[in-house]
């Protein structure tokens, strides 16, 4: 872990109420903090397969009690990020380009699947209509563009009327949310105003291809967009 900075976000405690409850949120604030900030490392490549993860240790390098690291790392691992070796220390499991396809793909064949139940159902349009003019409506590549993006997908999955198709979706939705953040910020660094053009430019033929519940189409034009995104983020990646 030399040269890790694992300072970002960590300084300051919240404002809370004494009482058991707030101490419950605030390890809970902790322990979202701790789990975000180890998950943008590994998957950055700041922390690389096979580096241990000392719970004493990150604590102390993040100001913060080993009960949030032990929640953050348990999270991780339920993310398939961190291993728990036979010997009872934990390792990064790490993430690169491999990782990245594999992800993307398994993503694909489930937001595909809802487009196509979706349209098969005919299902409401409106929600992913709503959820694509907020998209257009933020102007920028901010970090809040990033949660409109999640935030669209996810009423794709919605389309599909499927609750268990959902939440898998959503099991994945932390590392998707991470990868997305790392690749904005990075291509916003090169060209903010082309990145933003280019992220709806890819979404709104989309849109209307579902809004037509034209599922060959839809599913066509989400393959051509994860292929680019991929091919964008494999070369920073890993």
Not at 39 to 45: F, H, L, V
Not at 88 to 110: A, I, M, S
Request: charged share 25%; aromatic share 4%; with cysteine.
């Amino acid at each position: 872990m030399t040269g890790l900075n694992l300072g970002r976000g960590a300084g300051g405690s919240p404002v809370l109420a004494p009482g058991q409850h707030a101490v419950k949120l605030e390890r809970s604030v902790y322990s979202g903090r701790v789990t975000s900030i180890l998950r943008e490392a590994i998957i950055e490549g700041e922390l690389g397969a096979g580096d241990p993860l000392v719970e004493a240790r990150l604590a102390e390098q993040l100001s913060v009690s080993r009960g949030p690291v032990r929640n953050a790392l348990h999270a991780l691992e339920g993310e398939g990020l961190v291993r728990t070796q036979p010997n009872g220390r934990t390792v990064v499991v790490g993430f690169g380009p491999e990782d990245l396809e594999d992800l993307t793909g398994v993503r694909f064949e489930l937001e595909a699947a809802a487009i196509r139940r979706g349209c098969e159902r005919r299902a409401d349009v409106a929600p992913i209509q709503e959820a694509f003019a907020a998209f257009e409506e933020e102007g920028a590549s901010t970090q809040r563009l990033v949660d409109l993006d999640i935030e669209f997908h996810l009423r794709l999955l919605e389309l599909s009327g499927s609750r268990f198709l959902t939440q898998a979706w959503l099991a994945l939705a932390p590392v998707i949310h991470t990868v997305i953040t790392i690749g904005n910020r990075r291509l916003t660094e090169r060209d903010p105003e082309q990145n933003f053009d280019r992220i709806v430019a890819a979404h709104r033929p989309l849109v209307a291809a579902i809004a037509k519940h034209d599922a060959r189409r839809a599913t066509a034009l989400l393959a051509k967009q994860f292929d680019v995104t991929t091919s964008m983020f494999s070369t920073d990646l890993g």
